[in-house]
């Protein structure tokens, strides 16, 4: 019998900064590579402090030719306060065309109803912009974000010629229970790798962290950054050892890392051959 072939990940501890709620699908993921994962979610999410511009767009959200959606976390907050709102239901918004920024983005919004028209090849949000550029142009597009998204993609939505209405739907917070002695009690024994998912993770991240720790970690532990708005913090940060996923899947988000140890496996190896 042929021996198995183990993942470069088998017996590897990987730290997860997203909210377990969003993690299943890339602990199943991870957990098939023989992978130890611990859970420290980074951010954690609210309502808006003030309902009042979201509230006037959702409900004349039919007059819109676009919805854009940026994260599952939009999709959730603008259905949740739709059914607060006593709303008619998404599914019954069947002129407005939907656009997603990837895959588990577009499958909540199908889930909530909405027709998803456009899932961006390149999963992040100017790329959705530029991919969408003839769609747009002299649209009406409805934009529903978090408090802290950057600027980037309305001002390319409106390159694009759309007619872009953006409202915050949703806060983004540092998480209510992480201190700093969580986030050391999760690094004592080191980790092979740290998976972000957005800058405000990395942020709250290095906050809790300390840069002094940051800089103990760098020798055996790579970053993964999801999009490259969360790689570009995290070399703002000082982070060299940066694995940058193709894609928003889980199998992108693990293959990148798995491809980075791999990398650093063999050149070990090929150094100590040379002893």
Not at 69 to 80: C, D, G, K, L, W
Not at 194 to 202: D, E, R, T
Not at 208 to 224: F, N, W
Not at 265 to 273: E, F, L, P, W
């Amino acid at each position: 019998m042929a021996d198995t072939v183990l993942s470069p990940l088998a017996g590897k501890t990987v730290v997860v900064t997203r909210a377990a709620a969003q993690s299943g699908g890339l602990i199943e993921v991870l957990s098939a590579r023989q992978a130890k994962v611990k859970l420290l979610p980074m951010v954690s999410f609210a309502p808006p402090e003030d309902f009042t511009a979201v509230d006037a767009e959702l409900t004349r959200l039919d007059t819109y030719d676009w919805i854009i959606f940026t994260s599952a976390n939009a999709v959730q907050a603008v259905e949740r306060r739709k059914r607060e709102l006593g709303l008619e239901p998404s599914s019954t918004l069947r002129h407005v065309r939907a656009a997603a920024v990837g895959p588990a983005t577009a499958e909540e919004a199908e889930h909530a109803g909405f027709s998803v028209d456009y899932v961006a090849t390149n999963h992040n949000s100017t790329a959705l912009a530029v991919e969408l550029k003839e769609e747009l142009a002299g649209k009406s597009a409805f934009l529903p974000r978090s408090d802290r998204a950057n600027t980037d993609l309305p001002a390319a939505l409106r390159r694009s010629g759309a007619i872009v209405t953006e409202v915050v739907a949703y806060r983004t917070l540092p998480p209510n229970d992480a201190d700093r002695d969580k986030v050391s009690d999760s690094l004592k024994d080191g980790a092979d790798g740290i998976l972000f998912f957005s800058p405000s993770a990395v942020h709250n991240f290095l906050e809790l962290l300390g840069q002094e720790r940051l800089r103990t970690l760098q020798g055996r532990t790579v970053m993964v950054a999801i999009g490259p708005a969360t790689a570009r913090a995290l070399s703002a940060a000082g982070v060299q050892r940066i694995a940058r996923a193709a894609d928003t899947t889980a199998e992108a988000v693990v293959e990148a890392l798995e491809g980075h140890l791999a990398r650093t496996r063999n050149r070990t190896t090929a150094g100590a051959t040379r002893e």
